[in-house]
């Protein structure tokens, strides 16, 4: 099992920046790497979406609606991964979530896990 615990979420105003943390703990991680660690939000009323995204190889991610106001980097050795958020707006309320995906055996076999999710509030 892999556990995934966020920090940093809050209050902000409108403008402001936040700045969230993520990390990866479990036995599992001891034998076999993160294939990618992401950030997905759950705004109130709506479906959670994929705002940012690290794999272990390719491109970094960004929805649209965050590109050049977010910033995703992951750090392997300490198994984690923050969102450096700037620029926020209302629109950008909601509960983050991180969410890894990792090998659990030499096949490539991926699984999902994710966290518990923390609060972002941007007040206008």
């Known amino acids: 099992q892999v556990q995934l615990e966020e920090s940093g979420g809050g209050l902000v105003q409108t403008g402001g920046s936040l700045r969230l943390s993520c990390i990866a703990s479990g036995g599992i991680l001891s034998i076999y790497s993160i294939y990618s660690m992401n950030w997905y939000r759950q705004a109130p009323g709506e479906e959670r979406e994929l705002v940012a995204g690290?794999?272990?190889?390719?491109?970094?991610f960004y929805a649209d609606s965050v590109k050049y106001r977010f910033t995703i980097s992951r750090d392997d050795p300490a198994k984690t991964v923050t969102l450096q958020m700037n620029s926020l707006t209302p629109e950008d309320t909601g509960i983050y979530y991180c969410h890894a995906v990792v090998f659990v055996n030499n096949e490539g076999a991926r699984r999902e896990f994710w966290g518990q999710g923390t609060q972002v509030t941007v007040s206008s």
């Open positions: 690290a794999p272990s190889a390719g491109p970094l």
